[in-house]
């Protein structure tokens, strides 16, 4: 049978209905934020997603997810491999902290074969919309994160074209958002 929008099976990509998970001690049902954590929508996490998540106690309690589509998460920025494993690869740097490691749950993975690099978390790009500027942060892993050739120590200020070395990879870092433009920033002309 053909829905409006689509198959049967393309709306319930769009809404799911997920049954009661008692826990194994008992009938302790776990709060709206454990539920949300838990709920994947069309095969991402709910946190990824606008979803509405609803429930409904009763003899069984049922969680009905409805997204609204992705959120607003837009590119700030890129970090171009130059040299080392994956050479001539770019990812995407986005708002907020940006965990950079080897392990494909990172924010940004740079899996292209250089061990020297972290699964979890060796470094962390951060991108401040309030003040429309990018810092690099160290995570203390035993691989040293190099900025422009210096140690990164401490939260460090970082510039378009800037250099960054982890491991045996190099990363050109590109910038979009900065002083004349931030996605989030209001069109409206500045008053005198």
């Known amino acids: 049978m053909t829905y409006p929008g689509g198959s049967r099976d393309d709306r319930d990509e769009d809404t799911r209905i997920l049954p009661n998970r008692s ?46 589509g992705p959120k607003f998460d837009p590119v700030v920025g890129w970090l171009v491999v130059t040299s080392g494993p994956g050479r001539g690869q770019f990812r995407p740097v986005f708002y907020g902290q940006n965990a950079i490691g080897r392990g494909p749950d990172q924010r940004i993975c740079i899996d292209f074969g250089d061990q020297g690099i972290s699964r979890e978390a060796h470094a962390f790009i951060i991108y401040d919309e309030a003040q429309r500027m990018f810092f690099i942060r160290d995570n203390g892993k035993s691989n040293l994160v190099r ?35 931030d996605w989030l920033a209001t069109n409206a002309p500045d008053k005198a």
């Open 147 to 181: 900025h422009k050739g210096n140690l990164v120590l401490m939260p460090t200020e970082m510039a378009d074209r800037d250099e960054i070395t982890i491991g045996e990879t190099s990363l050109l870092f590109v910038a979009l958002c900065n002083s004349t433009f």
């Open 23 to 68: 826990t194994a001690g008992g009938d302790q049902r776990g709060t709206l934020a454990d539920i949300q954590r838990q709920v994947r929508v069309a095969g991402r996490h709910s946190a990824d997603t606008d979803a509405t998540v609803s429930y409904r106690t009763g003899q069984d309690e049922t969680i009905f997810v409805s997204p609204a």
